[in-house]
């Protein structure tokens, strides 16, 4: 069974909070261990990451709840609102990628720009439903009548 992704905002936001908060831990691991061997202030740089990670797993996690119940209710309102978070992430990658602060943060932004892109896709295809059904075509037979059972 293969899984066509059309409106599955639920399922784009949880990978884009696994993998973006994992980026994020492991970004802020690095971050921790270069920092202490120059400067004595490793337990405020260990502070401040971990407050950090806390921050963005909390706007994913959020991000994830707005895809789940736009996708389970197909909520134009909600789809609206989850594009709106998603142009807001997008807007913040878009000033990483311009001035990182090393290799791994400017790749974890294009990584972030790219999620966000994605969702706001699907939360797009989700809005123009209007909380009807969601295709990626127009039908063929929406400029013909019906044929009725009878006439067969």
């Known amino acids: 069974m293969q899984m066509k992704l059309r409106y599955h905002t639920a399922f784009a ?3 884009q909070l ?3 908060t994992l980026l994020v831990i492991i970004g802020g691991i690095m971050d921790v261990a270069k920092n202490c061997e120059n400067s004595s202030e490793c337990v405020v740089n260990s502070f401040l990451w971990i407050i950090i990670a806390f921050l963005l797993a909390g706007w994913y996690a959020a991000l994830f709840a707005l895809g789940y ?3 389970e ?3 134009y309102k909600l789809a609206r609102l989850l ?3 998603e142009l807001f992430t997008a807007f913040i990658a878009l ?3 311009k001035n990182p602060s090393s290799f791994y943060s400017g790749m974890g932004a294009i990584i972030a720009l790219l999620f966000a892109v994605w969702i706001i896709v699907l939360a797009w295809r989700i809005y123009k439903a209007r909380g009807s059904r969601i295709s990626t075509t127009r039908s063929s037979g929406a400029n013909r009548p019906r044929r009725r059972l009878s006439d067969r």
Request: aromatic share 12%.
């Open 83 to 85: 594009i709106g978070g």
């Open 13 to 15: 936001t949880f990978i």
């Open 95 to 97: 000033m990483l990628i």
């Open 73 to 75: 209710n197909r909520s």
């Open 69 to 71: 119940f736009a996708q």
């Open 18 to 20: 696994a993998i973006m």
